[in-house]
């Protein structure tokens, strides 16, 4: 059985309090909308090839909500950090409280629960935007704590 799916749980939490805390939010909620909205903010600049092929290096919680109710389109452009965070932050406007840093704090999160020689690669293949969107400076960095 994948590691991923046998600690699925305790994978996610640590993604999610690692966001949390990194976010200065105070709650799982927040947190939640912030992580989905910058996940769908990445996902609409993705062809679905490459979409697959992120999702495929997530783990399983975060690899649900990045999948979770899509309707592949034509990408959008990359735009800039300042465009892809006003996107993410426009998810259910009425009880949003994600800050401007949710795209580094999802990043940050990110590369605590995923080793690098799995995530690198794939941003590689999708494209240096890929890798921007993705890249948090080295002292930022938390240890990961999967296998």
């Not at 975060?62 to 932050?89: D, M």
Request: charged share 25%.
């Amino acid at each position: 059985m994948p590691w991923t799916y046998r600690h699925a749980s305790a994978e996610w939490q640590r993604f999610l309090e690692v966001a949390r805390d990194e976010m200065d939010l105070v709650s799982n909620n927040s947190a939640y909308t912030a992580i989905e909205g910058v996940l769908l903010a990445f996902r609409r600049r993705l062809t679905v090839d490459q979409a697959l092929r992120f999702a495929d290096a997530l783990p399983s919680v975060v690899r649900a909500i990045f999948l979770y109710r899509w309707h592949p389109k034509a990408p959008s452009p990359w735009g800039n950090r300042e465009a892809q965070t006003a996107e993410a932050k426009a998810l259910r406007p009425r009880h949003n409280l994600t800050p401007d840093n949710c795209i580094e704090a999802a990043a940050i999160a990110l590369r605590a629960v995923v080793r690098p020689d799995e995530i690198d690669p794939v941003l590689s293949a999708i494209g240096p935007e890929a890798e921007a969107f993705w890249r948090v400076a080295p002292e930022r960095l938390r240890p990961v704590d999967f296998p």
